[in-house]
């Protein structure tokens, strides 16, 4: 079982994001998805959660159709997003911000229990707790956006651009949480990154978009040593 788009195209006004595009993340798999800013990478992963319209095509998850599903129920099958630019609650403390993650959940041990698994993958956040998250470095609020997402124990983790703006010893913090979450909570993730290389190396597969359109796919270490993507996106 997979996440499957099928023919899945998007448009804003007139412009079209999106065009018929077909992707497949295999159930506990990372798959990364690179390309130029504009290609329609951020559009894609609002296409699964329901956050952009679609004009046609279809999308699945584990045999369930989330396209016409509310957010909310998306949530519920199991899908959860790290937004591009991280999206924290700025004026609220770091535990409120992870518990947030929780809201459609009542199981209160359950929700103990996952937030000391944050703080195990995490730990400068228990240092931080009571502390606003608007108040924390780059680094660490990505932490609390991840650990947000996870909080809602997702089967299918989606993130926009974890990297972005962060100094290079927090890419590899972001980078082996990434492998953690997948390898040892056996979340299937797919990754939307602009540090293509970081993107080639955490995934198995990867999808390259180009103007709205799947331009090569293929096995991450093959697509490393392709001379145009290497050329375009590695700057070699």
């Given at each position: 079982?997979?996440?499957?788009?099928?023919?899945?195209?998007?448009?804003?006004?007139?412009?079209?994001?999106?065009?018929?595009?077909?992707?497949?993340?295999?159930?506990?798999?990372?798959?990364?998805?690179?390309?130029?800013?504009?290609?329609?990478?951020?559009?894609?992963?609002r296409a699964i959660t329901g956050l952009a319209r679609l004009?046609?095509?279809?999308?699945?998850?584990?045999?369930?159709r989330l396209d016409g599903l509310g957010t909310e129920r998306?949530?519920?099958?199991?899908?959860a997003m790290v937004p591009e630019g991280r999206r924290i609650?700025?004026?609220?403390?770091?535990?409120?911000?992870?518990?947030?993650?929780?809201?459609?959940?009542?199981?209160?041990?359950?929700?103990?229990?996952?937030?000391?698994?944050?703080?195990?993958?995490?730990?400068?956040?228990?240092?931080?707790?009571?502390?606003?998250?608007?108040?924390?470095?780059?680094?660490?609020?990505?932490?609390?956006?991840?650990?947000?997402?996870?909080?809602?124990?997702?089967?299918?983790?989606?993130?926009?651009?974890?990297?972005?703006?962060?100094?290079?010893?927090?890419?590899?913090?972001?980078?082996?949480?990434?492998?953690?979450?997948?390898?040892?909570?056996?979340?299937?993730?797919?990754?939307?990154?602009?540090?293509?290389?970081?993107?080639?190396?955490?995934?198995?597969?990867?999808?390259?978009?180009?103007?709205?359109?799947?331009?090569?796919?293929?096995?991450?270490?093959?697509?490393?040593?392709?001379?145009?993507?290497?050329?375009?996106?590695?700057?070699?």
């Amino acid at each position: 079982m997979s996440l499957e788009l099928r023919r899945v195209s998007v448009t804003y006004g007139r412009v079209e994001a999106l065009k018929q595009i077909d992707l497949t993340v295999p159930e506990g798999q990372i798959v990364a998805l690179i390309g130029a800013n504009g290609a329609g990478k951020t559009t894609t992963l609002r296409a699964i959660t329901g956050l952009a319209r679609l004009r046609a095509g279809t999308v699945t998850w584990l045999g369930t159709r989330l396209d016409g599903l509310g957010t909310e129920r998306i949530v519920e099958a199991g899908v959860a997003m790290v937004p591009e630019g991280r999206r924290i609650f700025p004026m609220m403390s770091v535990k409120d911000n992870l518990l947030m993650g929780a809201y459609l959940r009542r199981d209160g041990a359950g929700i103990r229990a996952d937030l000391d698994r944050v703080c195990a993958r995490f730990p400068r956040l228990r240092e931080r707790w009571h502390q606003a998250a608007g108040s924390l470095s780059g680094g660490e609020q990505q932490m609390v956006s991840v650990g947000r997402a996870l909080m809602c124990r997702p089967k299918l983790l989606l993130l926009d651009e974890p990297s972005l703006g962060l100094a290079p010893m927090m890419v590899r913090a972001i980078a082996t949480a990434i492998l953690a979450v997948n390898r040892e909570d056996g979340v299937t993730i797919l990754l939307v990154e602009q540090n293509s290389r970081m993107a080639l190396k955490l995934s198995r597969s990867a999808y390259v978009l180009e103007t709205g359109s799947v331009a090569l796919t293929g096995p991450s270490a093959e697509l490393a040593q392709n001379d145009h993507i290497r050329r375009l996106y590695l700057g070699v």
